[in-house]
């Protein structure tokens, strides 16, 4: 069972059980590949979604980058693609608010937390704790559809005439709510809404399956202080958003009663476009309030998968056990918790009570203590390592590198005294995408790379891995530390151009150096994306546990089957991270080898099992 | 017929990248280097960590020497002063931190590489350690708030009494701003009255709004060296006023006034002659997306001095709303386009020189 017998034979067999398996269950290719309830076949949809959506929201920034770092030029060869949203070889400034908007909610709603969790919770949480499947098939197959709609919803916006939502990702009313103020503010925001409404009910129904499963469905012997990292981390995010995403919901429908009913929940004394409206009583900051309550744990929706990715790639490829499992948890629990606590801070300068603005910069800057710990684990798991660099290893450990950078700026705008200055400026938009983007993208690339052999049964090729992770990381540093000069100078965000300004009138090489690091950056994710559909057809024959790992997804075959183990389940006896044990003859210990065969490695405290 | 022609070589090219992607496969099978373990590649990637972190670090180092000094914008406020500090002790706390942890990240990962027949050290876990990582950021993080909390607590207490009161309002897409005059009060608005001409909606009947006059729409004027209250509405959506040189940000809000004070210290022209640059003007600007022309909503704000201030309130105080207002009456039109053509001019974003 402990898949140490990595053979060229062993391979070919398994090829043939998955080939057989096939005939055994009778399923059509709708049923097996479409409407499909195996959380591996829906895992593998939410991941194709969340890559075109990526290539979309990458796109879209190309685009607004080319306007920020060429402000003079004229853009007439993007007319064939753009079409009426050049004028006269010049960007619609409304289109480009439109492409910041739907750059924000693609990347963080449809990539980073459906793409990402959708993915990894749903083909790692039963592979890894020893069940068949999900506990409800079904509603995690609804999960996928309802985001499928949202999808199409969404992307159907684009192509509207009036232009997508435009009001910035966080739809602020009452700009969100008025379409005589932007024409985004239109049938675009309608979409916007409705899309994103469908988009929590998915959401819902995966957060509610992966919670279930994790506690109701693991196999013999898997306590919770067994479980590995990113069972623990999937568990923790599903949580986050099941308290969180409802009230996105319900910020949502007021803002439809906003825009669609007269009610004034969110406006008041508003006179716009030669007219005033009869809106009074509502308040705009109640909606921020909402937002954020939902916004900030948001972020953690997107990172903390990731923190348990990155926390089992390096384990496996340092071959050491994670440095301080216990504390890792721990501090997982307590970013959870502190991530609902902590949204205010987005919100210093909105004009709410400034009292309020005090306590939650304690709160925030409480957050980085946990973070810093995660950090020194990680750090900690590194040393005296014997590491072996995949490229899943690679991005493993670019991404404490950005999550470093990136948090450390978070302590100073998390100082609601400094954030009077920074906030809304360039310096908001590096920080986050180093944190958020760029660490949560390289904590996907990494899980990409290091479980697409149990995915499709083949290796990704190494060498394409190692050329994409070098220019993504060289080129995501190029692009967002300079950023970070250009928001202490005070540049303000979503600005179409800075020349209208003397103070902002500078720079000027440096965002065009920002564009073409931009440029090429998201050019190396083609290498990527050549890579991955390349392999899933001809790469290498993977053999079941490439990566001579622990968890108990290796057990099963290279394509393990409906079901994910052909015989019984296998039963844990030990923790995930027995690397490098002192007396044993491998370098890994599985989890599901009793203690009775590994005598020569045990613990003083580990001998009562025997 | 370019296009094609463009299409066509990009086409070739993939073609030629991939035949050449093929080659190695076939190459590296062949040589049998395929299917090795732990290649010559584990080596290469452990180094490229070094270099990545001395060439890069490197970089950040030059370019942040070099763009220092487009990056500090010179403080024209007291709070300023404060905020700025803090700013920088924090960078250096976090940039400590910084390189500390990245010099770990980076050694480690070249030093603990793989090596054949190597063993890691099994090493799960160790409290002490722990406890030690989590007191000390926790210890730093509660010097950093306490210091915060003062000079928060400093910024958004309650302005004095003297203060200088001037209304800021957002409308999409400029600023315009109003003096209460001799009274000190502003008079009361209503977002019903507005019209073309009122455009802040000013009752006139009420008695606070007779002395009420308006800023330049071009620029408005400040004393150094006294408190000067902003107090900051919106008529239309939410818009943000950012005075980057004096560390001031507030949101203009919809049916919520807001409010921020700060004492300015530099007057226009002591920072035209210290910064160099005889046109230099402190520009207000829009921070919270607000609709097409966001990122045009800009005024000048003029620094005088008190006495200049003074004399220049004695003769903007003739023009009051009323009196503007009541002229332009519906039967005399001529005043109404005078109006207009001012709100022309606080729409384009020319800047009007002071002297």
Redesign the interface.
């Given at each position: 069972m402990s898949s140490t017998d990595i053979s060229l034979h062993k391979d070919v067999h398994s090829g043939h059980d998955d080939h057989h398996d096939d005939h055994d269950h009778d399923q059509s290719f709708i049923e097996k590949y479409i409407f499909s309830q195996d959380h591996k076949i829906i895992a593998k949809q939410f991941l194709f979604a969340g890559i075109f959506w990526a290539i979309i929201g990458g796109t879209m920034s190309s685009l607004f980058r080319l306007q920020l770092g060429f402000p003079e030029a004229t853009f007439t060869f993007l007319e064939?693609l753009l079409g009426k949203w050049v004028e006269g070889g010049k960007l619609n400034?409304?289109f480009y608010?439109a492409l910041v908007t739907m750059h924000g909610t693609i990347m963080v709603f449809f990539v980073l937390t459906a793409g990402l969790s959708g993915t990894f919770s749903n083909f790692l949480i039963p592979l890894q704790i020893g069940a068949r499947d999900m506990a409800s098939g079904f509603m995690n197959m609804l999960s996928f559809w309802f985001f499928f709609i949202a999808s199409v919803i969404m992307f159907y916006s684009i192509f509207l005439e009036t232009g997508p939502a435009a009001?910035?990702w966080t739809v602020?009313p009452?700009?969100s709510a008025?379409p005589q103020?932007?024409s985004g503010s239109g049938a675009g925001m309608t979409m916007w809404l409705v899309s994103m409404a469908l988009f929590i009910v998915s959401q819902l129904l995966g957060g509610v399956n992966y919670i279930t499963t994790v506690i109701n469905m693991r196999t013999r012997g898997l306590s919770m202080t067994k479980l590995p990292l990113t069972i623990w981390s999937f568990f923790l995010t599903a949580v986050l958003g099941l308290l969180a995403f409802p009230v996105l919901l319900s910020a949502a429908l007021l803002l439809i009663f906003d825009r669609s009913f007269g009610t004034s929940f969110f406006?008041?004394?508003?006179?716009?476009a030669?007219e005033?409206?009869t809106h009074?009583?509502?308040?705009?900051?109640l909606f921020q309030h909402l937002f954020w309550f939902l916004g900030h744990p948001e972020v953690y929706i997107v990172i903390l998968p990731t923190f348990g990715i990155v926390s089992e790639i390096i384990a496996t490829n340092?071959?050491?056990?994670?440095?301080?499992?216990?504390?890792m948890i721990g501090s997982m629990l307590g970013i959870a918790l502190l991530s609902f606590v902590v949204w205010a801070h987005h919100m210093f300068?909105?004009?709410m009570n400034?009292f309020l603005?005090?306590v939650f910069?304690?709160l925030t800057?409480?957050i980085?203590?946990p973070s810093?710990?995660k950090?020194?684990?990680w750090?900690?798991t590194?040393?005296?390592?014997?590491?072996?660099?995949t490229p899943a290893m690679?991005f493993s450990?670019a991404f404490?590198?950005l999550f470093?950078?990136g948090g450390?700026?978070g302590?100073?705008l998390g100082?609601?005294?400094?954030d009077?200055?920074l906030?809304?400026?360039y310096f908001v938009v590096a920080h986050f995408h180093l944190v958020m983007g760029s660490a949560a993208f390289f904590g996907m690339f990494a899980g990409v790379y290091h479980w697409f052999p149990k995915m499709f049964g083949r290796m990704m090729?190494?060498?394409?891995g190692?050329l994409h992770f070098?220019i993504t990381?060289?080129g995501v540093?190029l692009i967002f530390?300079?950023m970070h000069?250009i928001g202490?100078?005070?540049f303000?965000?979503?600005?179409?151009?800075?020349t209208?300004?003397?103070?902002?009138n500078?720079?000027m090489d440096?965002n065009t150096f920002i564009t073409v690091a931009a440029i090429i950056a998201f050019a190396a994710q083609f290498f990527f994306l050549?890579n991955f559909f390349y392999s899933i057809f001809r790469g290498?024959r993977a053999t079941e546990n490439p990566w001579k790992s622990n968890t108990l997804e290796w057990t099963t075959p290279v394509n393990p089957g409906h079901g994910n183990w052909p015989g019984p389940l296998p039963v844990v006896y030990r923790w995930p991270?027995d690397?490098?044990?002192?007396g044993a003859p491998e370098?890994f210990i599985p989890q599901n080898v009793p203690f009775s065969q590994t005598q020569s490695s045990n613990l003083p405290h580990e001998r009562d099992f025997e | 017929m370019i296009?094609i022609a463009v299409a066509l070589s990009i086409i070739l090219l993939l073609v030629i990248l991939?035949l050449l992607?093929r080659i190695?496969?076939l190459a590296s099978i062949f040589k049998g280097s395929?299917?090795a373990d732990?290649g010559k590649?584990?080596k290469v990637?452990?180094a490229?960590?070094i270099a990545?972190f001395l060439i890069?670090g490197g970089l950040?180092v030059w370019?942040?020497l070099d763009?220092q000094d487009?990056?500090?914008?010179p403080v024209a406020s007291e709070h300023?002063i404060?905020?700025d500090s803090?700013?920088w002790l924090?960078?250096a706390?976090?940039g400590f931190?910084?390189v500390l942890?990245?010099i770990?990240?980076?050694l480690?990962?070249y030093k603990?590489?793989?090596?054949e027949g190597?063993?890691?050290?099994?090493?799960?876990?160790?409290n002490k350690?722990?406890i030690i990582?989590?007191v000390i950021?926790?210890v730093v993080?509660a010097l950093?708030?306490f210091s915060?909390?003062k000079?928060?607590?400093k910024?958004?207490s309650p302005a004095p009494d003297n203060a200088v009161v001037v209304e800021v309002m957002g409308?999409?897409f400029n600023w315009l701003t109003r003096y209460p005059g001799a009274d000190n009060k502003l008079g009361l608005v209503?977002?019903?009255l507005?019209d073309?001409t009122n455009e802040f909606?000013l009752d006139l009947t009420d008695q606070n709004a007779q002395d009420d006059f308006a800023g330049e729409p071009s620029a408005f004027h400040v004393p150094k060296g006294v408190p000067v209250l902003l107090k900051i509405r919106s008529?239309?959506?939410?818009h943000?006023v950012?005075l980057?040189?004096f560390?001031?940000?507030?949101?203009a809000?919809?049916?919520?006034p807001?409010t921020f004070w700060f004492i300015p210290t530099k007057t226009t022209a002591e920072m035209q002659s210290e910064t160099g640059n005889a046109?230099?003007?402190y520009?207000l600007?829009?921070?919270?997306?607000?609709?097409?022309?966001?990122?045009?909503m800009?005024l000048n704000m003029i620094v005088d001095e008190p006495e200049e201030y003074q004399k220049w309130v004695e003769a903007q105080q003739k023009k009051t709303f009323v009196s503007q207002l009541q002229q332009g009456a519906p039967a005399d039109s001529t005043a109404a386009v005078a109006m207009n053509s001012t709100t022309d001019a606080a729409g384009a974003?020319t800047?009007a020189p002071k002297q």
């Open positions: 064939p400034p409304e608010l009001g910035g602020y009452p700009l008025l103020a932007i406006l008041s004394d508003i006179y716009v030669g005033a409206l009074t009583g509502g308040s705009p900051v340092a071959r050491k056990p994670i440095f301080g499992y216990r504390a300068v909105s004009g400034p603005g005090s910069m304690f800057l409480i980085a203590v810093a710990v950090v020194f684990n750090i900690a590194l040393w005296r390592g014997n590491i072996n660099f690679l450990v404490v590198s470093i950078s450390v700026t302590i100073i100082n609601s005294a400094l009077i200055q906030h809304d400026t090729e190494e060498k394409l190692y070098w990381f060289i540093y530390m300079p000069y202490i100078a005070g303000p965000r979503r600005y179409y151009t800075w209208g300004f003397d103070t902002f500078k720079f440096m050549f290498r991270y690397y490098s044990k002192p370098d | 296009t991939y992607f190695q496969v395929y299917r732990i590649s584990n990637n452990a490229l960590f990545f890069m950040f370019s942040f763009a487009d990056m500090i914008l300023g404060a905020i803090m700013f924090t960078m706390v976090i931190v910084f942890t990245h770990l990240l980076f480690y990962s603990y590489q793989h090596q190597k063993r890691a050290f099994y090493y799960p876990h160790n350690i722990e990582w989590t950021p926790a993080m950093l708030v915060g909390w000079t928060w607590a910024i958004t409308k999409q209503k977002h019903t507005i073309a909606g008529r239309d959506v939410i943000s950012f980057p040189h560390r001031v940000k507030m949101d809000v919809p049916g919520m807001t046109n230099f003007q520009e600007a829009c921070t919270e997306v607000c609709g097409r022309g966001h990122f045009a800009k974003t800047p």
